[in-house]
């Protein structure tokens, strides 16, 4: 079990191997971002992994680009943590949500 980190807001949750860090997220916080198709190619669900290390699943090259894999960023449906992580929301966060947790978000 690994430990994924929200540092604005100071949010932990588990996350079990072979699961991804959205799956994770709504797991235990319902909706704490926005996603659309779970699947990589909607490009909705963006994280930066800030600490940690991922394995990442297939990601549309029109959401992802190399410079955004290169400086971390990822989509969370596709980020399969194989350590514990920090990571950073980019992608939208409803704003219900983002008010009661304090996120800072793009």
């Not at 198709?37 to 909607?42: A, D, E, P, V």
């Not at 669900?45 to 029109?62: D, F, N, P, Q, W």
């Amino acid at each position: 079990m690994f430990e994924i980190t929200l540092p604005g807001p100071g949010m932990r949750f588990p996350c079990r191997p072979g699961q991804s860090v959205l799956e994770a997220m709504r797991s235990v916080h319902h909706v704490a971002i926005s996603a659309g198709c779970h699947n990589g190619g909607c490009g909705v669900c963006k994280v930066e992994i800030l600490t940690g290390e991922i394995e990442r699943g297939r990601m549309s090259a029109a959401h992802i680009t190399r410079e955004e894999a290169e400086a971390g960023v990822v989509l969370a449906c596709r980020a399969y943590p194989v350590s514990h992580c920090e990571i950073k929301v980019i992608g939208a966060v409803p704003k219900r949500l983002a008010r009661k947790y304090g996120f800072l978000c793009n």
